[in-house]
Structure formats: structure tokens, C-alpha cells
């Protein structure tokens, strides 16, 4: 069981179904130029957290008892999602992260400079709250009342 790696795949499915939302991607790429950072990297920081965020969560449960399978996170709602990224305290987000590939772990420490290094905070905050936008223009797209991962078409 790669814990991480589902994580990753989660964030992705995410964001590409946001992106599918009519305007969102050409709102987000209008920020990145307002805000002037580069699209790409952006994308990849935003990707990052998204899955600390659906991490977190995970380690929770599991801390609770539940044993991890993939579909797990698939019962996720995304309003804890959004809350665990833009509310949790840094450390929280940033603890229990498994040995991570260089890619992972170089993203990973990006969110950790724009994070502690007070120049960067606004860029941070910024981007956090790109995740929590997507997440809640996707619950208001599914027609359930508190919309789950396992709700987001695929």
C-alpha cells in the first residue's frame, strides 16, 4: 500500500475534474499571472496540497482505527478536504509524511519554504485558497448534499 501515491493520484483526478468546470481553469491562469508566478509551478504547489490535505486526512482515520484501503479516500468529503488545507495548522499537514520519491519530496519542500519563509506566505495562502476553490465549485457541481471524492466523475 502506497498511502501517498493514492493521495497523488486523488489530487490529480480532482483538479483535472475542476478544470472541467466551465471558466475555472482560465480563472486559476488568470491569478497565476496576477499573482506572477509561474503556471506550471503553481499547478504543481496546488497539486502538493491538495494532497497533504487528502493525506491528513487519511493518517486521521487510520489514527482512529480505520484500516487504510484505497477507497478510503474515496469517502473523503471535500468539505473536510478544503477545511484540512486551508485551516489546518502547517505542522499538521506536514506531519507523518512517508519516505518520499525526490519529485514528491522536492514539491513537498516547496510547500514548506512558501509556508515558513514570511516573504512567501502570501503566495501560500494564495494557492491554498485555489484548493479549497476548486473543491468547493466541484461540491456545488454534484448534485449530493455533502459530496464525497468517490461523487467527482472520474
Same mark, same amino acid.
Given at each position: ?9 486523488? &489530487? *490529480? ?16 491562469? *488568470? ?8 503556471? /506550471?509551478?503553481? /499547478? ?46 502547517? +505542522? ?11 519529485? /514528491? ?12 519563509? /514570511? ?12 484548493? +479549497? &476553490? ?6 456545488? &457541481? ?13
Amino acid at each position: 500500500m502506497d498511502i501517498w501515491s493514492d493521495c497523488s493520484a486523488w &489530487s *490529480r483526478r480532482i483538479l483535472t475534474a475542476a478544470d472541467r468546470l466551465s471558466g475555472y481553469r482560465h480563472v486559476r491562469q *488568470r491569478r497565476f499571472e496576477d499573482w506572477w508566478v509561474h503556471p /506550471d509551478s503553481a /499547478d504543481a504547489v496546488v497539486r502538493t496540497l491538495l494532497t497533504l490535505g487528502i493525506h491528513s486526512l487519511v493518517l486521521d482515520a487510520m489514527a482512529q482505527g480505520r484500516p487504510y484501503t484505497p477507497d478510503l479516500i474515496g469517502r473523503l468529503r471535500l468539505a473536510a478536504v478544503a477545511y484540512a488545507v486551508t485551516k489546518r495548522p502547517d +505542522h499538521e499537514l506536514l506531519a507523518g509524511l512517508p519516505a518520499l520519491g525526490e519529485i /514528491d519530496r522536492l514539491q513537498v519542500d516547496v510547500v514548506r519554504i512558501l509556508t515558513y519563509d /514570511d516573504a512567501s506566505a502570501l503566495t501560500a495562502v494564495r494557492l491554498r485558497a485555489l484548493v +479549497h &476553490s476548486a473543491l468547493h465549485r466541484l461540491a456545488e &457541481s454534484i448534485a449530493a448534499d455533502d459530496p464525497v471524492f468517490d461523487d467527482v466523475p472520474g
